[in-house]
């Protein structure tokens, strides 16, 4: 059968949907003890005392430990990680899972009360007394940059790390001084808090002997988070089970080695009994790290007729007040794709990193891939109001190779982009949007002065995903590898089992893994068990991040299966008593070349190989076999998406009235799919462009740190999203790329290209995220020259 490229239905949905399915804070365990967290309400103070005696003596609590407390202790036996120092030089202060002499945010842990109910531990957290001396905060980006104060006292700047990647400044500094048109335009990236459906949670377990130690967590990456804390807490990883069981979304939010996790592994190793604690929502905003928060200043140098020359970037990225696992990374992430999907002869990049008072950034869905895509397509669409050219022209006249199809092409910022053809999918999209039709009707409005009027954004993105090869990333000073583990076994009763190192949150890999073994193995996908998420069951992988599951772990899966058919046809050519070099296999059938009535399914080799009575000499037992895979290049997937929007301009309120996404990720393995990741990655994209934003005080208090305040779209605020795809297919066996973060990297651009393409006859030509009613309007009301 032909399982890839069908939309089949997820079959990890159903034990979803009827209840089944088994999160953190469903397993209940006999003796457990719930953690109660307190906080500090300052974003940066130094800990004079804490006086714990009235939590102690509450009902239930079992005991309360301050950070100094737990030092004493020696939980640990280093800080939390932080596994991408970028730079050899970079500032990295000590993290420690509680706070014992300072506080660097608002929310950071002071002490730990353990109690036998939630309830209890949290009751009694609000009894501890903490006396802190408040001391200058750091609470925005720009304040870090100009080192009004430091953000840790004993630092002298807030400055962690300075990157460049200028490969020729020569030919940079040329293509500037000979620019015919420029384009200078500076962005703010806004802080996001990433709001999973399931907030994070952990459960440690310890053995009753032995010393093992299983801990359960909402986590992306369960085989990071073990080799994690067996180096932070001097456990040894071969005592360490790390169970990540159904995970409730992710978006990078759960990519991390948080204090929770490190506190109750330890504890329980110390106390003998389990510890747990789940996230408050209202928690959220100050224990798991937030996404995105950098200034941007990027500069274009064009020919006369638009042609791009040269592309000069300069980052500062807010780190908040500690370097998180990949914290220092992610604006890097974006580095390379400054460019765009472009054709740019020349191109410097330079990112300086900054701590501040605030909670600690890291990845979010995208993770520098959306802020360099935002960067680029809001340039590319001023280039064009220069010039004197719509945006889709503007755009043509640029794409790498001329809009045409190309593989491993040298794109300036050093990268090797696998695969593209940009010109058809433009054009699709454009189609797809009846292009020539919404800029007849903008115009229309426009000449009769309507309240309300169009706008309409253009985004070309191209991404970098799968994140991998192994080399590279050491290259990059990346404290793991790029590679994925599978393992493929065909059992005795013809069913196969397949254990992924790649680790779900949403993303259907049950489904697309079993397409993809029952296509490579000729059984139906039915017959297909996938293991995953489970370090005892699954003890090699990279986990799932950065939409790197199909393009590294899926490949491996079907390179397992390609290992599998091998073995299985020197079994079948001895069975068959033929050469194997005559043996053919289609639809799950060994058959002979020349003799189509010789034949024998694959199952039946498999129970011959279990059974071992007839087996070639050097041939072992069982069909088994396992692969790493290690690509020898990222993915780059790329796409069109098209925003329509309608502008009150009398209100200023912004509404999504059309989206249409065009997007390319090579060959698809379940279409439906990848329509959902589309369609979920566009929301959150626009929801940043549109809602979501972190609010902090002068003190650096979040200001809207619940869901009453923080913006997070429904399905009332979208409209019907119109999807379509080109394919390109990658270089890799499968021709398959990334999609998981697609619809985010192309969304946010298209939006706001869309309001200021709507506002433009004011001679509006840029506006703030989140383009808020109040924003929308003020900036209409003071090109008008009216009064605030």
């Given at each position: 059968m032909?399982?890839?490229?069908t939309?089949?239905?997820?079959?990890?949905?159903?034990?979803?949907?009827t209840?089944?399915?088994?999160?953190v804070d469903?397993?209940?365990?006999?003796?457990?003890?719930w953690?109660g967290?307190v906080?500090?309400?300052?974003?940066h103070a130094?800990?004079?005392?804490?006086?714990?005696?009235?939590?102690?003596d509450?009902?239930g609590?079992h005991?309360v430990?301050t950070?100094?407390?737990?030092?004493?202790?020696?939980?640990?036996?280093?800080?939390?990680?932080?596994?991408?120092?970028?730079?050899?030089?970079?500032?990295?202060?000590?993290h420690?899972?509680?706070a014992a002499e300072?506080?660097?945010h608002?929310?950071e842990?002071?002490?730990?009360?353990?109690?036998?109910?939630?309830?209890?531990?949290?009751?009694?957290?609000?009894?501890?007394?903490?006396d802190y001396?408040?001391?200058?905060a750091?609470?925005?980006?720009?304040?870090?940059?100009a080192?009004e104060?430091?953000?840790?006292?004993?630092?002298?700047?807030?400055?962690?790390?300075h990157?460049?990647l200028?490969?020729d400044?020569?030919?940079?500094?040329?293509a500037?001084?000979?620019a015919?048109h420029?384009?200078?335009a500076?962005?703010?990236?806004?802080?996001?808090?990433?709001?999973?459906?399931?907030p994070?949670?952990?459960?440690?377990?310890?053995?009753?002997?032995?010393?093992e130690?299983?801990?359960?967590?909402a986590?992306?990456?369960?085989h990071?988070?073990?080799?994690?804390i067996?180096?932070t807490s001097?456990?040894s990883?071969a005592?360490?089970?790390i169970?990540?069981?159904?995970?409730?979304g992710?978006?990078?939010?759960?990519l991390?080695?948080?204090?929770?996790?490190?506190?109750?592994?330890t504890?329980a190793n110390?106390?003998?009994?389990?510890?747990?604690?789940?996230?408050?929502?209202?928690e959220?905003?100050?224990?798991?790290h937030?996404?995105?928060?950098?200034?941007?200043?990027?500069?274009?140098?064009a020919?006369?007729?638009?042609?791009?020359?040269?592309?000069?970037?300069?980052?500062?990225?807010?780190?908040?007040?500690?370097?998180?696992?990949?914290?220092?990374?992610?604006?890097?992430?974006?580095?390379?794709l400054?460019?765009?999907?472009?054709d740019?002869p020349?191109?410097g990049?330079t990112c300086?990193?900054?701590?501040?008072?605030?909670?600690?950034?890291?990845?979010y869905?995208?993770a520098?891939?959306?802020?360099?895509?935002?960067a680029i397509?809001?340039?590319m669409?001023?280039?064009?109001?220069e010039?004197?050219?719509?945006?889709?022209?503007?755009?043509?006249?640029?794409?790498?190779?001329?809009?045409e199809?190309?593989?491993n092409?040298?794109?300036?910022?050093?990268?090797?982009?696998?695969?593209?053809?940009y010109?058809?999918n433009?054009?699709?999209?454009l189609?797809?949007?009846?292009?020539?039709?919404l800029?007849?009707?903008?115009k229309?409005?426009?000449?009769?002065?309507?309240?309300?009027q169009?706008?309409?954004?253009?985004?070309?993105?191209?991404?970098?995903?799968?994140?991998a090869?192994?080399?590279?990333?050491g290259?990059?000073?990346y404290?793991?590898?790029g590679?994925?583990?599978?393992?493929?076994?065909?059992?005795?009763t013809?069913?196969?089992?397949?254990?992924s190192?790649?680790?779900p949150?949403?993303?259907g890999?049950?489904?697309?893994?079993?397409?993809?073994?029952?296509?490579?193995?000729?059984?139906?996908?039915?017959d297909?068990t996938?293991?995953?998420s489970?370090t005892?069951?699954?003890?090699?992988?990279?986990?799932?991040?950065?939409?790197?599951?199909?393009?590294v772990?899926?490949?491996?899966?079907?390179?397992?299966?390609?290992?599998?058919?091998?073995k299985a046809?020197?079994?079948?050519?001895?069975s068959?008593?033929?050469?194997p070099?005559?043996?053919?296999?289609?639809?799950?059938?060994?058959?002979?070349?020349?003799?189509?009535d010789?034949?024998?399914?694959i199952?039946?080799?498999?129970?011959?190989?279990?059974t071992?009575?007839?087996?070639?000499?050097?041939?072992?037992?069982?069909?088994q076999?396992q692969?790493?895979?290690?690509?020898p290049?990222?993915?780059?997937?790329?796409?069109?998406?098209?925003?329509?929007?309608d502008?009150?301009?009398?209100?200023g309120?912004?509404?999504l009235?059309?989206?249409?996404?065009v997007?390319?990720?090579g060959?698809?393995?379940?279409?439906?799919?990848?329509?959902g990741?589309?369609h979920?990655g566009?929301?959150q994209?626009?929801?940043?462009a549109?809602w979501e934003?972190?609010v902090?005080?002068d003190?650096?208090?979040?200001?809207n740190?619940?869901?009453l305040d923080y913006?997070v779209?429904s399905?009332?605020e979208?409209?019907?999203?119109?999807t379509?795809?080109?394919?390109?297919?990658?270089?890799?066996?499968?021709g398959?790329?990334?999609?998981?973060?697609?619809g985010?990297?192309?969304?946010?651009a298209a939006?706001?290209?869309?309001?200021?393409?709507?506002?433009?006859?004011?001679?509006i030509?840029?506006?703030?995220m989140?383009a808020?009613?109040?924003r929308?309007?003020?900036?209409i009301n003071?090109?008008?020259?009216?009064?605030?």
């Open positions: 032909n399982a890839i490229g939309p089949m239905k997820r079959r990890e949905d159903p034990k979803l949907l209840g089944e399915g088994k999160f469903d397993i209940q365990v006999a003796g457990q003890l953690m967290m906080r500090s309400p300052f974003a130094k800990i004079e005392s804490i006086d714990a005696s009235a939590a102690e509450a009902p609590v005991a430990y950070g100094a407390q737990l030092q004493e202790m020696e939980l640990w036996i280093a800080p939390l990680p932080c596994a991408w120092p970028v730079t050899d030089d970079m500032v990295n202060p000590p420690f899972p509680v300072e506080v660097h608002v929310g842990i002071v002490a730990v009360v353990l109690a036998d109910s939630r309830y209890e531990a949290a009751d009694a957290a609000e009894l501890v007394v903490v001396e408040p001391l200058p750091v609470a925005s980006i720009e304040a870090a940059v080192d104060a430091t953000a840790h006292s004993e630092l002298d700047s807030n400055k962690a790390f990157w460049p200028i490969p400044p020569e030919a940079l500094d040329a500037f001084a000979n015919v420029t384009v200078d500076r962005f703010v990236q806004q802080r996001l808090i990433p709001a999973p459906m399931e994070r949670g952990v459960l440690a377990i310890p053995s009753p002997h032995g010393g130690i299983t801990l359960y967590s986590t992306q990456v369960p990071i988070l073990k080799v994690m067996a180096a001097g456990i990883e005592k360490l089970r169970i990540a069981p159904a995970v409730g992710g978006f990078g939010a759960k991390n080695v948080n204090p929770d996790e490190l506190l109750a592994v504890l110390r106390l003998g009994r389990p510890v747990r604690w789940t996230e408050p929502r209202s959220a905003a100050f224990s798991t937030q996404g995105r928060g950098q200034l941007q200043h990027i500069e274009l140098a020919d006369a007729d638009g042609k791009l020359t040269g592309v000069r970037v300069h980052i500062d990225a807010d780190m908040g007040a500690y370097m998180m696992l990949i914290t220092p990374g992610v604006p890097l992430l974006g580095s390379f400054y460019t765009g999907v472009y740019v020349a191109f990049f300086e990193g900054h701590f501040t008072n605030l909670t600690p950034t890291d990845a869905r995208g520098g891939r959306p802020e360099a895509s935002y397509e809001r340039a669409d001023l280039l064009a109001l010039v004197g050219v719509g945006p889709d022209e503007i755009r043509r006249r640029n794409f790498l190779a001329g809009g199809a190309f593989e092409l040298d794109v300036a910022s050093t990268l090797t982009f696998d695969s593209g053809h010109g058809p433009l054009e699709r999209a189609e797809l949007a009846d292009y020539e039709g800029r007849a009707e903008q229309r409005r426009r000449d009769a002065g309507e309240r309300i169009m706008g309409i954004g253009l985004c070309t993105y191209v991404e970098i995903c799968g994140l090869p192994s080399r590279a990333l290259g990059l000073n404290g793991a590898g590679w994925e583990h599978a393992t493929v076994r065909l059992l005795p013809g069913k196969a089992e397949v254990v190192g790649s680790t949150h949403g993303q890999h049950e489904t697309s893994w079993s397409q993809i073994v029952g296509d490579k193995l000729g059984i139906d996908p039915a297909v996938v293991l995953h489970d005892a069951i699954s003890p090699l992988g990279l986990d799932t991040y950065g939409s790197r599951s199909l393009s772990g899926g490949v491996a899966i079907a390179a397992a299966c390609d290992k599998v058919v091998e046809k020197l079994i079948a050519a001895h068959l008593e033929a050469s070099d005559d043996i053919q296999f289609e639809a799950g059938v060994f058959s002979v070349a020349g003799s189509p010789q034949t024998v399914a199952q039946e080799v498999a129970f011959g190989a279990f071992a009575h007839d087996l070639p000499d050097g041939i072992e037992p069982n069909l076999e692969v790493s895979f290690d690509p290049n990222f993915a780059f997937p790329f796409g069109t998406h098209v925003a329509v929007v502008i009150d301009e009398e209100t309120e912004v509404r009235t059309d989206y249409i996404a997007d390319d990720c060959n698809q393995i379940n279409p439906m799919i990848v329509d990741q589309v979920g566009i929301v994209g626009v929801a940043q549109l934003e972190a902090y005080d003190d650096g208090n979040c200001q740190p619940s869901l913006l779209p399905a009332a979208v409209p019907s999203i119109v379509d795809s080109t394919i390109t297919p990658s270089t890799n066996p499968l398959v790329k990334g999609v998981g973060e697609a985010t990297i192309g969304s946010a939006v706001i290209n869309a309001i200021c393409d709507g506002l433009s006859p004011h001679g030509t840029d506006m703030l989140p808020t009613p109040q929308v309007w003020r900036a003071d090109a008008k020259g009216g009064a605030a």
